[in-house]
């Protein structure tokens, strides 16, 4: 569940489907055997939470999140160039501290939402339990961080001010969100108290210890239910967010036992690591946009262990299935298209983001001073405020090796025609295949192709913009942005793809010198019943070839779906399209201004965005019916729209076959067509200016 604050606020940009997970173990330094305290699997006692600042012992504030030394070294970054928008965005927030009113914080409304179903509530609880919170305590933790390096009594009042109105907050609300939003605004209200701590008052103290102890017992309270219930069935990174909060507030009030359950506890930190990294360390949510949602929670615990010299160092701890919070931080660069963009594949409410706004990069590079970090940081634009207290030295940055590669585990294929240095910032191709299984945030998006070339992502997997606050059970996207029609694949007869628990299947991979081939297939009608399909993707430094199979026994309609760059007045086609009555059922009913022509000839068409040209060009097969048609950029009713294509067959068994191009120049005449077919190989041949080529691309049984 995507909560879309501002991108200001990076670490928010993520709220989550539920899920719960299994194993725990844990290893300090390197894999070790599991802990038989994780074995014993025991919840800590929500009553035996009772926080008192006064029993704990002595500490120079701040020492959690960060620490003196930090701050002497802010004040010495303030004034210079590099840190300049991180310095002034802390001081207009230290400013708004002052301005703000923060309103009231009556849990009144409470009586008339805990009693309707939970999924009836999700935009208020959102409102009530992260959004309003936020607003208020955001310019609060910003004028204390100004306090830690300026020393100036207007900021501290202001924060103060600010912390001791939130101290009423009665954590009373439920429901399967509560917890990841209390930690999601808990932990800046725990970074000011630290920072503060010297200028409350004892009974004031007390006042707030009082409400981490309300706050601790609510996420405690939710963590169990997501466990004891297996919301969803799954892996999920609410549980980093519960047990971020709980292990930060165990360093804080020296509660080592939640130190050790946030660790190693009953679905903990390690566990989640184990369990929820596939292939080289990629989250396992079906959507790369949640990639980070998990891992920052982690990042904000680990600087509160390595700031307090505990004895374990999340930074350098490897599970017993030898994963650590490294991977995730090396997995990513190979998933990037050429501009440093991440594919926005499952849930990911139409945003596009490239992976240097990943802010925890500046921790994760002062940890391992990875030359790579540097490199993504050196290309970066961060204002944080939290910049002047970590620094940044991107001297020793260097550009990340990146080739084609395959994602077993996560069931994902990136096909690229240049490596290294020479794909990063280039006009090169970067085709990516998803044969995922249906995990959390996934859509309806197996066998789907988005297209990187010439800097655009000239075929990318579409979603409508949410304009409600709370993106993930907005209706658009549960009518829309999820279904078969938003993404770049096969639609049969109208209907969404069946939700599937395995991968489907690889069938080759290959990385050679002229080019990259990748082919994945549901030989077993897994997505819809009586219906075999495979996908091959071939990249050419030329061109890229797409075969798109599909077989079955009895007819249906088949619809093939991109959608692209441009605008759909600024299309071009070698068919003449007329405006067309079409009316597709369900999500069909957010599309517009249709047209459409039947032909049994090749098809050519072209659009342009800025001063990239793309094509496509589609291999004639009898009575194709091209549809075009206005994919909508938002949910209002008048937005602009997103070029879309679909080309319908009424057919058991038929082959789409594609040709893409993409130039900064005129597009030349292109000509594709099958000329042989075999048991094992059917072979097409490309014609171009720089001749005839043939490609051997994997029968389907039944087809062609």
Not at 9 to 37: E, H, K, Q, Y
Not at 72 to 93: C, G, H, N, V, W
Not at 200 to 229: C, G, H, P, Q
């Amino acid at each position: 569940m995507l909560v879309t604050i501002t991108s200001r606020f990076p670490l928010l940009w993520a709220c989550v489907l539920m899920a719960a997970c299994t194993l725990i173990f844990a290893a300090n330094g390197v894999a070790g055997v599991a802990d038989s305290r994780a074995n014993a699997a025991r919840f800590p006692s929500i009553e035996s939470i009772e926080f008192s600042s006064a029993q704990i012992p002595s500490q120079v504030h701040p020492f959690l999140f960060i620490t003196k030394q930090d701050a002497a070294e802010a004040r010495k970054r303030i004034t210079q160039e590099e840190y300049i928008r991180a310095a002034d965005f802390l001081s207009a927030e230290a400013d708004k501290a002052r301005r703000i009113a923060p309103g009231s914080i009556d849990p009144s409304w409470w009586g008339g939402v805990k009693d309707k179903p939970w999924s009836e509530t999700y935009p208020v609880i959102y409102q009530k339990t992260c959004l309003d919170p936020v607003r208020i305590m955001l310019p609060g933790y910003y004028a204390a961080l100004k306090h830690a390096i300026a020393g100036r009594d207007e900021d501290l009042a202001a924060a103060r001010k600010i912390l001791l109105h939130l101290a009423d907050y009665s954590f009373e609300f439920e429901h399967y969100d509560v917890g990841m939003n209390y930690a999601v605004w808990g932990h800046y209200a725990l970074n000011a108290y630290d920072i503060m701590f010297d200028h409350f008052s004892a009974a004031e103290r007390a006042r707030l210890d009082k409400f981490f102890t309300r706050m601790a017992r609510a996420v405690l309270k939710n963590d169990i239910y997501w466990i004891e219930n297996a919301i969803g069935g799954g892996i999920n990174n609410h549980l980093a967010w519960h047990k971020m909060m709980l292990g930060c507030l165990g360093v804080f009030y020296d509660r080592e036992d939640l130190v050790e359950y946030a660790l190693h506890g009953r679905r903990g930190l390690l566990s989640l690591l184990d369990e929820g990294m596939v292939d080289d360390g990629l989250w396992c949510e079906s959507s790369l946009n949640y990639h980070f949602t998990a891992i920052v929670p982690m990042i904000y615990l680990a600087e509160a262990l390595r700031n307090t010299g505990h004895a374990e160092d999340l930074y350098k701890i490897t599970t017993p299935a030898g994963r650590n919070i490294r991977q995730a931080y090396d997995s990513m660069f190979g998933v990037l298209f050429p501009d440093g963009s991440v594919p926005p594949i499952g849930d990911a409410y139409a945003r596009r983001i490239k992976l240097a706004d990943e802010f925890t990069y500046v921790h994760a590079h002062k940890a391992y001073r990875d030359p790579r970090y540097a490199w993504l940081l050196k290309n970066a634009d961060h204002k944080r405020p939290e910049l002047l207290f970590i620094g940044i030295d991107t001297k020793d940055a260097k550009s990340p090796q990146i080739t084609s590669r395959l994602y077993r585990d996560h069931g994902y294929a990136f096909l690229r025609d240049r490596a290294d240095d020479d794909y990063w910032n280039s006009d090169g191709w970067c085709a990516f295949l998803t044969f995922d299984k249906s995990g959390v945030h996934c859509n309806q998006d197996k066998l789907s192709l988005m297209l990187f070339g010439c800097g655009k992502l000239l075929i990318p997997d579409v979603e409508a913009k949410a304009t409600v606050p709370h993106a993930f059970s907005a209706k658009v996207q549960r009518q829309l942005n999820r279904s078969a029609l938003s993404q770049n694949t096969v639609m049969i007869d109208n209907r969404d793809q069946r939700g599937i628990g395995k991968l489907l299947t690889l069938v080759e991979f290959k990385d050679s010198p002229d080019e990259k081939t990748v082919t994945a297939a549901d030989y077993k009608g897994a997505l819809y019943e009586g219906v075999k399909q495979s996908r091959t993707i071939v990249v050419t430094s030329e061109y890229v070839l797409d075969v798109f199979q599909i077989a079955a026994e009895t007819e249906h309609d088949i619809k093939w779906i991109i959608h692209t760059i441009g605008t759909p007045d600024s299309q071009e086609s070698s068919v003449e399209l007329k405006p067309a009555d079409i009316k597709l059922p369900g999500p069909g009913l957010w599309l517009r201004d249709f047209r459409a022509a039947t032909t049994d000839q090749p098809i050519r068409l072209e659009w342009s965005e800025d001063s990239v040209n793309f094509a496509m060009t589609m291999a004639g097969a009898p009575k194709t019916k091209l549809i075009t048609c206005g994919y909508p950029s938002t949910d209002e009713p008048d937005c602009p729209t997103i070029p879309m294509v679909l080309m319908e067959r009424q057919a058991a068994a038929t082959v789409y076959a594609v040709v893409y191009q993409a130039k900064k120049e005129q597009l030349p005449e292109i000509r594709i067509k099958q000329v042989e077919a075999g048991p094992d190989r059917l072979v097409f041949q490309v014609t171009s200016p720089r001749g005839q080529t043939k490609h051997l691309i994997p029968h389907l049984p039944g087809c062609g």
